[in-house]
Structure formats: C-alpha cells, structure tokens
T-cell receptor, first 114, second 113 residues
Framework: DVKVTQSSRYLVKRTGEKVFLECVQDMDHENMFWYRQDPGLGLRLIYF???????EKGDIPEGYSVSREKKERFSLILESASTNQTSMYLC?????????????FGQGTRLTVV | GENVEQHPSTLSVQEGDSAVIKCTYS??????FPWYKQELGKRPQLIID?????GEKKDQRIAVTLNKTAKHFSLHITETQPEDSAVYFC????????????FGTGTRLTIIP
C-alpha cells in the first residue's frame, strides 16, 4: 500500500515560532511537493523537489523554506510562524520527472498559529 | 505560469442525476489533466486523468473530456450516488519544464438522496 505520511495531524504554534512539518514517502518517488489548502482557494503549491537537495519555489513560497536531505523525506519549515499561515498543509509525492504520474497525498497537517 | 479555473464552486444534484464540473487552463504546453476527489477529512485521491493525445476517457460512471483548442476539460459523473459527495479538484501540468501540478479551486459536490 502506497504511503505518504505526515508527522502530525494537528499542530498549534505561537506567532514567531519556527515550525517544522515532516513528510515521508515509502514509494521511492523522485518528486515531492508541499501544498496548503484553504477554503475557496484550492491547493496552492508552496515548494517542490525533484531530487535530494534540490528545491524549487512554487506559487506561494514566501515565509516558507524546505529541506530534502534524503529521497524519502521532505520537510517544510516556517521560519517565523504568523497567523496567516494557519492552514491545512498537504504533502504529496509522485514517481518520475517528465512522466506525469499519479500524485499521492499525505493525510494533512492542520496548523493553527495563535 | 499555468492558471486553472474551476466551476462551479458548489454543486448539488439529486441522487441518480448527472454532475458536470468544468475547468479551463491557460498554458498551451499543459498536456496532463488529472482529477482528484477529497472526501471529508481525508486526503485527495486520483479518480481519473487524461493526457492531451486523447479527447475523452471513461471509467465506469466517471468520464473526462478534453478540448485542447478551447483549453478546457470537464468531469462527468453519471448515476450519482451518495458516496460521490466530496470536493473535486481538477489540475493541469506539462511534461515540459518543471511539470508541477496546478490545481483548480475545487467543487463541493453534494448528492441529495
């Protein structure tokens, strides 16, 4: 069974805290993605990675950074959390560059910044 | 970059009737168009996809059509059932360049028993 696992289902953090969201996939996928999901705005891409130590900005990278030290793990970092980063965060992975295969999502992390 | 618009944002249909969700895209280089279904409290899951070399694809009660000239694609669900109630997302990407998926804003489909 395909697995993309996010480290937390729910998180509550204070404004200004540094926040780490972790994502692990066990499918040996090349590509990994971080999205945020907000009502009425759909899924918006924050950052993605095609390979270890590689990262690309998505559509809304401001206030975020990422780390991919190992192929199976992709971390999203909020350097200084703010209330407008309260959202549902979804990690995803898919198979091969240049091939457009099915993306598998994690269960999501609902982050609340107070 | 790519821009995907999706309509309607909400849709209610009687059980047994058909539902249609429409999306348009802006980048003529896009050549892959998946649809994801997200049930309440669950993760999005792929239900059907279409590539630019075909105009229509069916899988039981669901079908997707693609009009490359007009840059739009649609999801059709026939004989709707209560378990079809969910949020549906269309997306577009290209195998040229960085092939990231750009999603529409979602359609909340409610099936009325």
């Amino acid at each position: 069974d395909v697995k993309v696992t996010q480290s937390s289902r729910y998180l509550v953090k204070r404004t200004g805290e540094k926040v780490f969201l972790e994502c692990v996939q066990d499918m040996d996928h090349e590509n990994m993605f971080w999205y945020r999901q907000d009502p009425g705005l759909g899924l918006r891409l924050i950052y993605f990675s095609y390979d270890v130590k590689m990262k690309e900005k998505g559509d809304i990278p401001e206030g975020y950074s990422v780390s991919r030290e190992k192929k199976e793990r992709f971390s999203l970092i909020l350097e200084s959390a703010s209330t407008n980063q309260t959202s549902m965060y979804l990690c995803a992975s898919d198979g091969q560059p240049r091939s457009n295969t099915e993306a598998f999502f994690g269960q999501g992390t609902r982050l609340t910044v107070v | 970059g790519e821009n995907v618009e999706q309509h309607p944002s909400t849709l209610s249909v009687q059980e047994g009737d058909s539902a249609v969700i429409k999306c348009t895209y802006s980048d003529s280089a896009s050549n892959y168009f998946p649809w994801y279904k997200q049930e309440l409290g669950k993760r999005p899951q792929l239900i059907i996809d279409i590539r630019s070399n075909v105009g229509e694809k069916k899988d039981q009660r669901i079908a997707v059509t693609l009009n490359k000239t007009a840059k739009h694609f649609s999801l059709h669900i026939t004989e709707t059932q209560p378990e079809d109630s969910a949020v549906y997302f269309c997306a577009a990407s290209s195998t040229f360049g960085n092939e990231k998926l750009t999603f529409g804003t979602g359609t909340r489909l409610t099936i009325i028993p």
